[in-house]
């Protein structure tokens, strides 16, 4: 970058840098929700939920299956692609 286009576009480094810590709190958040650990956890306070009478076994069984799904997402292919 030029010292032209620099001193032009330097209005805009905070737009820039807004968008850099976006894009970050983007990554950690999905990187959370689909961490297999929090997934298996939420699993296990499913299961005790229905255990304990919580829940029916209608929204367990819909619950369940979102978690296994998000979980499957994750968890890379046995040819090593995701």
Avoid: C, H
């Avoid at 939920?49 to 968890?75: V, Y």
Wanted: net charge negative.
């Amino acid at each position: 970058m030029g010292l032209l286009s620099g001193v032009l576009l330097l209005p805009l480094a905070p737009v820039r840098g807004v968008v850099w810590v976006s894009d970050r709190l983007i990554d950690a958040a999905e990187a959370e929700l689909y961490d297999p650990a929090v997934i298996r956890t939420q699993l296990a306070e499913l299961n005790r939920a229905l255990d304990d009478g919580e829940i029916d076994l209608t929204r367990f069984e819909r619950e369940e299956e979102r978690l296994l799904d998000m979980l499957d997402r994750k968890t890379p292919a046995p040819g090593g692609t995701p």
